[in-house]
């Protein structure tokens, strides 16, 4: 699974040729959000507040106002797509400008929540029918984080047998639905001997959200993967 950070609606956004730093609009998605707010594609090109002056536009004793243009974006998602044609912006995707600043992120507003761990969705894959084929009705899993011990804070990241809780958030996922997922440290080293994953299970909830619980006896694991 990709570490990428995504950019969501609101980040920062500058140009190597203004003044000022500004916000970028989603308006090409209304749908997919991670961590509740919209994802950004390289179809979003709106700075409504601008970024101040143009240094490219030099006047006899200043600058004339900035009047953005955004050119389309690159270092964008490849796999993960909006509708099949519209890709999603990462932390470190970058345009042009048509008068020839060039515009990066500098904040993309999701808060990185990888950790110690990386989550693998397969097996949840496997089981929603239509899941990560990016049709914007298919089953698929939005994202996962984790939250401390009472669900009010989210952290970072997560050590083996931390007191912490792990949820996923789905979309067009009937409630009721059952969903199992694999943890494993990201450098494949044992969690414990012999056991280089753990697995989660949960309950989809009206929100969309599950929280997942651990299978930690061997036992349990051997009869959860023989299943």
């Known amino acids: 699974m990709s570490n990428k950070i995504y950019v969501c609606d609101g980040a920062i956004v500058e ?75 990462f932390q470190d995707s970058e345009c042009m400008c048509s008068t020839g600043g060039k515009i990066t992120i500098t904040d993309p507003l999701q808060v990185d929540s990888a950790g110690s761990v990386a989550e693998e969705f397969t097996e949840l894959a496997r089981m929603l029918p239509g899941a990560m084929l990016g049709a914007d009705q298919a089953p698929k899993v939005v994202e996962s984080y984790w939250m401390d ?24 996922v009937d409630p009721g639905t059952s ?35 651990m299978v930690t006896l061997k036992k349990e694991w051997k009869d959860t993967e023989e299943k």
Not at 39 to 63: E, H, I, N, W
Not at 149 to 172: A, M
């Open 149 to 172: 011990e009472e669900g009010k804070e989210r952290i970072k990241g997560s050590k083996y047998k931390e007191n912490l809780k792990l949820y996923v958030l789905t979309s067009n």
């Open 15 to 89: 140009c190597d040729q203004g003044f000022n730093p500004a916000e970028l609009k989603v308006t090409e998605n209304t749908k997919i959000k991670v961590q509740g707010k919209l994802k950004a594609t390289d179809m979003d090109r709106q700075v409504p507040k601008t970024f101040g002056k143009c240094k490219l536009k030099p006047t006899s004793g200043d600058y004339l106002p900035c009047v953005p243009a955004l050119q389309k974006w690159t270092k964008t998602s490849e796999k993960t797509t909006l509708g099949g044609s519209k890709k999603f912006l």
């Open 179 to 213: 969903v199992k997922l694999k943890v494993a440290d990201d450098k494949q080293w044992d969690i414990e001997k012999g056991q280089k994953e753990l697995i989660y299970k949960g309950t989809v909830m009206e929100n969309g959200v599950a929280e997942m619980e």
